[in-house]
Nanobody
């Protein structure tokens, strides 16, 4: 079993930066990829970014390219999401997730484990 715990959310102003962390624990943690998703009220959960655990390849939603950066620390089983130039439309609960398969990195249903989420609120 794998547990994912996010941290780092909060209330910021437009233009500010924020860094989220996701720490993974479990007997043998070796996912194919880790991803970040977000869900705003009355909206479906959407893909934000993902990183392959071994090779470090990264993928981003168009809405966050150039503003968000995903990174990882394999030794600490931790993935990070650095968010810059935040906008009010970035307001959402942010979830990290882990998947074992190599396909469909942008599809929430393809992820095996999820964290509890952390709230990010960006005021205008």
């Amino acid at each position: 079993q794998v547990q994912l715990v996010e941290s780092g959310g909060g209330l910021v102003q437009a233009g500010d930066s924020l860094r989220l962390s996701c720490a993974a624990s479990g007997r043998t943690f070796s996912p194919y990829a880790m991803g970040w998703f977000r869900q705003a009220p009355k909206r479906e959960r959407e893909f934000v970014t993902a990183i392959t655990w071994s090779g470090g390849s990264t993928f981003y939603a168009d809405s966050v390219k150039g503003r968000f950066t995903i990174s990882k620390d394999n030794a600490k089983n931790t993935v990070f999401l650095q968010m810059k130039s935040l906008k009010p439309e970035d307001t959402a609960v942010y979830y990290c997730a882990a998947k074992s398969g190599s396909r469909w990195l942008m599809t929430p249903g393809e992820y095996d484990y999820w964290g509890q989420g952390t709230q990010v609120t960006v005021s205008s």
